[in-house]
């Protein structure tokens, strides 16, 4: 099975930072990363696929990068409705699996 | 407007069985694969399984975790997905999320999720 590690589990940042949050494929992936946004007691949130490609409606502060094993999202002026836990999840192959997650908290 | 509505969650005992089903609405529902993603308390995500459409034979594919007790199937005519769920085990305890698959292979749309609690 793929593993997928996210770093930080967790992070403080203020309102207007710019936030990078790390994703790394014990394999390669090619491109097949997404990422969803998680608020408390909501179901995920689709934000990217492929990559780098924005899901319909999501706003262009959010930026994903990478390819192979390392991939990175990047929020670039963080806002209130932001703080959330990010997931990415490979979906190259099977089991599909998900990172363990990183909260974004208000510092 | 995209909807997935789960239902049938609820409080099962160990080795018991549940059968969780999903409506979908606002879009061809046989077009598209679906997944079943769960998420124990006050942890992470956890792909369970899914699905594929006629074309692709409905072939589904699960995690090890529930292979040979859970069962994914659809019903293109009444626009529907079912977990069954056997042999439940106190760590099958989470909320459950259906999702679509798009075209580009991820999840763009959830439910809202159930939550299946397995205890005696």
């Known amino acids: 099975d793929i593993q997928m590690t996210q770093s930080p589990s967790s992070l403080s940042a203020s309102v207007g930072d710019r936030v990078t949050i790390t994703c790394r494929a014990s394999?390669?992936?090619?491109?097949?990363l997404a990422w969803f946004q998680q608020k408390p007691g909501k179901a995920p949130k689709s934000l990217i696929y492929?990559?780098?490609s924005l899901q319909s409606g999501v706003p262009s502060k959010f930026s994903g990068s990478g390819s192979g094993t390392d991939f990175t999202l990047t929020i670039s002026s963080l806002q209130p409705e932001d703080f959330a836990t990010y997931y990415c999840q490979q979906y190259n192959s099977y089991p599909l699996t998900f990172g363990g997650g990183t909260k974004v908290e208000i510092k | 407007e995209v909807q997935l509505v789960e239902s049938g969650g609820g409080l099962v005992q160990p080795g018991g069985s549940l059968r969780l089903s999903c409506a979908a609405s606002g879009f061809t529902f046989s077009d598209h694969y679906m997944d079943w993603v769960r998420q124990a308390p006050g942890k992470g995500l956890e792909w369970v399984g899914h699905i594929r459409n006629k074309p692709d034979s409905y072939t589904t594919k699960y995690a090890a975790s529930v292979k040979g007790r859970f069962t994914i199937s659809r019903d293109d005519s009444k626009n529907s997905l079912y977990l069954q769920m056997n042999s439940l085990k106190s760590e099958d305890t989470a909320v459950y999320y259906c999702g679509r698959i798009n075209g580009y292979k991820f999840v763009d749309y959830w439910g809202q999720g159930t939550l299946v609690t397995v205890s005696s």
């Open positions: 492929a990559t780098s």
């Open positions: 394999q390669g992936i090619s491109t097949y």
